[in-house]
C-alpha cells in the first residue's frame, strides 16, 4: 500500500495548488471521502507521514456515498478513494486504479459442496452473514 500513497500524493500536492507547499507551515484542511475499508488501508500510514512532516493540517474523512464523487467535483472534498467504474465518475476529475481486490466466499467446513466452485443458485441457497457498510 506505501507505493500507492507514494504514487498518490505528488498528484494530490499539485491538485491543491502546485505552488510552493511547505508542509511544516501549512494549516491546509484536507477532505477526503472513502470507503471504511480504503481509509482503514491507506490513510492510516499518511495521517502518520502528515504527522511528522506538517503537523499543523487537518486531514477529514467523510463516509463514502453515491455522491462522493459529485462532491469531490464540485470542490467540497478534495480526494475520492473508493470503488467503482470509471464511467461513474463526472467529467473533470482525473481516476486512477490504485489497486484491484478479489472477494471470497468463506464457508463452513462443515457442509458439503458440489464442486470446487459454488454456482449463485447453490450460494443462494445457504445461510448467510451480511456486514453492511453502505450505510
Given at each position: 500500500m506505501l507505493i500507492e500513497l507514494c504514487r498518490?500524493?505528488?498528484p494530490l500536492d499539485d491538485a491543491i495548488g502546485g505552488s510552493a507547499f511547505d508542509p511544516a507551515t501549512s494549516h491546509q484542511r484536507f477532505r477526503v471521502t472513502a470507503t471504511d475499508y480504503t481509509a482503514m488501508a491507506l490513510l492510516g500510514e499518511t495521517v502518520r507521514m502528515c504527522r511528522r512532516s506538517a503537523t499543523n493540517i487537518f486531514v477529514e474523512v467523510v463516509e463514502w456515498t453515491d455522491e462522493s464523487?459529485?462532491?469531490t467535483s464540485s470542490g467540497q472534498c478534495d480526494l475520492a478513494l473508493g470503488i467503482g467504474s470509471a464511467s461513474t465518475v463526472p467529467n473533470?476529475?482525473?481516476?486512477?486504479?490504485?489497486?484491484?481486490q478479489r472477494f471470497v466466499c468463506l464457508i463452513n467446513?462443515?457442509?458439503?459442496r458440489p464442486?470446487?466452485?459454488?454456482?449463485l443458485d447453490d450460494y443462494l441457497?445457504?445461510?448467510?452473514?451480511?456486514?453492511d457498510t453502505a450505510g
Open positions: 498518490l500524493l505528488p464523487y459529485q462532491l473533470g476529475l482525473k481516476v486512477e486504479v490504485l489497486c484491484r467446513s462443515d457442509i458439503r464442486a470446487k466452485r459454488f454456482s441457497s445457504r445461510p448467510h452473514a451480511v456486514v
